[in-house]
T-cell receptor
């Protein structure tokens, strides 16, 4: 049972345009969400996060939007650059109970075309 | 500091053999995590240490798996009597505090192939 879903295995975007990666979750206990970026043969790298008390968090070219009622979040990258080509993972966590493991989606492979 | 180091990078083993992986976290990080990633999937949480204490274990961590973090520094993950289903990338990560606030720093992983 996938609690964090990234329904697009891949996404192709032209350089300079906006990339929008989507993520849905089913567990209402999740209250913190993170995005990671992964290049081949490397471990995932933390990009940006958002708490459920917010609906938007911005860091440079990266913005994450959270819609709690729809249990949906998205990562916007603008403008997209060739170095953004990677697999992007959405992850979620629950702050209650002291648990500290993250639940990841399957990832979306972003390809930035010149 | 070169980040989170994992050794070996690749391991091929015969079914039924035992394997052990090592993770050296970033030196000031007191939290250490093990994840497993299979092809086409995201990382799956296995276990987590705060200093030397193992505070959480996933249901994925069967009796054949054991993790240690003696002295709260490096960690080892041992898989006994390996099975083909154990073939995966094993990722280690570390952080200075809860993942909610700090994210993690991941290592490059150990790729295990069981033949």
């Amino acid at each position: 049972d996938q609690q964090v879903k990234q329904n697009s295995p891949s996404l192709s975007v032209q350089e300079g345009r906006i990339s929008i990666l989507n993520c849905d979750y089913t567990n209402s206990m999740f209250d913190y969400f993170l995005w990671y970026k992964k290049y081949p043969a490397e471990g995932p790298t933390f990009l940006i996060s958002i708490s459920s008390i917010k609906d938007k968090n911005e860091d440079g070219r990266f913005t994450v939007f959270l819609n709690k009622s729809a249990k949906h979040l998205s990562l916007h990258i603008v403008p997209s650059q060739p170095g953004d080509s990677a697999v992007y993972f959405c992850a979620a966590s629950s702050s209650g109970g002291g648990a500290d493991g993250l639940t990841f989606g399957k990832g979306t492979h972003l390809i930035i075309q010149p | 500091d070169t980040g989170v180091s994992q050794d070996p990078r690749h391991k091929i083993t015969k079914r039924g053999q035992n394997v052990t992986f090592r993770c050296d976290p970033i030196s000031e990080h007191n939290r250490l995590y093990w994840y497993r990633q299979t092809l086409g999937q995201g990382p799956e949480f296995l276990t987590y240490f705060q200093n030397e204490a193992q505070l959480e274990k996933s249901r994925l961590l069967s009796d054949r798996f054991s993790a240690e973090r003696p002295k709260g520094s490096f960690s080892t993950l041992e898989i006994q009597r390996t099975e083909q289903g154990d073939s995966a990338m094993y990722l280690c990560a570390s952080s200075t505090g809860p993942s909610l606030n700090y994210g993690y720093t991941f290592g490059s992983g150990t790729r295990l192939t069981v033949v």
